[in-house]
């Protein structure tokens, strides 16, 4: 059974163990990534339980940097603006 990252078209999901797709929180090694409800990796600006989050365009979170006039903290949560 396939396990591990997908691309179907332009989108990308992780398959679990299981064979399922991963959904929420994901952590591969020291990355952060968020997969959406249907299984899809999320880009850009996210609202996850009304907290902001910026994943790059690879789906890694970003913490503990400016993401423009943004800043997220260690945790990836957006703190404060410019």
């Given amino acids: 059974m396939a396990t591990g990252w997908l691309k179907d078209g332009k989108t990308w999901y992780y398959l679990k163990n299981s064979g399922g797709m991963a959904t929420g ?3 591969l090694g020291s990355t952060w ?3 959406k409800d249907n299984g899809a990796m999320a880009t850009g ?3 996850v339980q009304g907290k902001w989050y910026y994943c ?3 789906g890694k979170m970003v913490a503990d940097a400016w993401v423009g006039k943004y ?3 260690e945790s990836g949560v957006w703190t404060r603006t410019r």
């Fill in 56 to 58: 790059q365009s690879s």
């Fill in 45 to 47: 600006w996210i609202k």
């Fill in 25 to 27: 929180w994901l952590k």
């Fill in 71 to 73: 800043y997220v903290n």
């Fill in 33 to 35: 990534y968020y997969l």
